[in-house]
């Protein structure tokens, strides 16, 4: 309370510490208290940007109002997370978003990422016809949306809901490091979490393909023929992508180790480091992935073909579509299922979106630092006292039950 008092009068000329000692406007300890904690952010806030030469643009951050909205955004995401927790992790802050507004951000992410896979590809390819060549990409970035979104929920059902900063690792048998703990278990929970989301990623393309031949060349969807061959494509992509994402994805699972977040140095150090890890992982994962779905492919058709029919699987068309799946699911779960890609589209994107937070979110974390409303502590923020981050919850609750929509009860 004296560092507080002290930093609201001590560099304020405008203000007189002598009202601290008004009993009728501070009967009792915890008003006076309430004041210091209420006037610390404004105070440092307004302190830097009077400091600021007017000739600088002010940056939408540094406003008071809005630094104290964002804090308390922050201090209530703490809040909901436990009573008592104090770190702030760059990782988790996505978390402060409703299970249903994650499971829509996964969803559109990857849609996206593989329209833009389909499209890249077919123009690399073979001229498509423009209107097929969106129609793909729209459909099968839908089917992907769908997919990931279902193994986004699997994982959030099974309880791994936060995607810790990792790195990949390969440790040799007989050195001073193995290969992961439980190497098997690893994989097969990898495995069987992507495995439903590469059998609905496959059953989506068959049905897409065959919508599209319906569309451009007429072929009749309620053909007896028609239908029977999309069932069996249904079931050999399905198995395909299932298979060809599980056995990649679960071997990725094995390589992966959680960091040490207490042996980092900052938050921000943190941050690039995983944000170079997943670059990596991309890099490797697309070729990986591409050859997986393609050999995989010919591996499956051959296995099951004269059980099905006779099944043909082309080996250029095998790479084209093992190309997009590679490119495109890589990308989605870089997205969606490491921590940098969930704060990229989350605290980066979606939460600057409905104003909880600003777009520059790093520079935001940092300035708080540097102003002393934040601290340190390894590769996570705390508040600089867990008395001011309970107050900036509270503040933020009441203003927004202050601006929340009425309720009307029955016979209102």
């Keep these: 309370m004296i560092v507080l008092a002290r930093t609201m009068y001590s560099e304020a000329p405008d203000r007189n510490p002598a009202e601290l000692l008004d009993a009728e406007r501070f009967p009792d300890e ?235 140095a900052t938050p921000a150090g943190l941050l690039a480091s995983n944000r170079a890890t997943v670059v990596r992982q991309v890099l490797v994962l697309v070729p990986m992935l591409t050859l997986a779905i393609a050999v995989g492919g010919h591996l499956i058709t051959d296995l099951l073909d004269g059980i099905l029919g006779t099944l043909v699987w082309d080996v250029a068309g095998g790479l084209v579509i093992g190309a997009i799946g590679g490119l495109g699911g890589t990308c989605s779960y870089a997205l969606s299922f490491t921590a940098w890609g969930r704060w990229l589209v989350l605290s980066r994107i979606w939460l600057p979106l409905t104003g909880r937070l600003p777009w520059d979110t790093v520079a935001f974390l940092d300035d708080a630092y540097r102003r002393g409303v934040l601290r340190q502590t390894g590769a996570v923020y705390q508040f600089r006292h867990i008395r001011l981050q309970h107050h900036l919850a509270r503040s933020y609750r009441e203003h927004q039950s202050k601006y929340a929509p009425a309720s009307f009860g029955p016979g209102a």
């Design 30 to 264: 915890n008003s006076l208290e309430e004041h210091l904690l209420a006037g610390f952010v404004p105070t440092v806030y307004r302190r830097r940007v009077a400091e600021r030469s007017a000739t600088r643009r002010r940056e939408p951050h540094r406003d008071p109002e809005r630094a104290e909205r964002w804090l308390g955004h922050l201090a209530q995401h703490l809040a909901r997370l436990d009573g008592d927790q104090q770190d702030l992790a760059w990782w988790r802050i996505g978390d402060s978003l409703r299970l249903s507004t994650r499971l829509l951000s996964v969803a559109v992410s990857s849609a996206l990422c593989v329209a833009l896979a389909v499209w890249i590809v077919n123009l690399i390819n073979v001229p498509f016809p423009v209107g097929e060549a969106l129609m793909s990409g729209c459909s099968m970035g839908a089917v992907a949306g769908l997919a990931f979104g279902c193994v986004h929920a699997i994982l959030v059902r099974v309880g791994t809901t936060a995607f810790e900063p990792a790195h990949v690792r390969l440790r040799l048998p007989g050195g001073g490091t193995g290969v992961g703990r439980r190497p098997v278990r690893t994989f097969v929970a990898r495995f069987g979490a992507v495995l439903p989301g590469g059998f609905v990623m496959g059953v989506g393309c068959a049905s897409a393909l065959a919508f599209q031949r319906w569309l451009y060349y007429g072929i009749p969807l309620a053909d007896e023929l028609v239908i029977k061959g999309t069932l069996i494509n249904m079931l050999v992509l399905g198995l395909i992508f299932g298979t060809g994402a599980g056995l990649v994805f679960g071997t990725v699972a094995v390589l992966e180790a959680p960091l040490d977040v207490t042996s980092a």
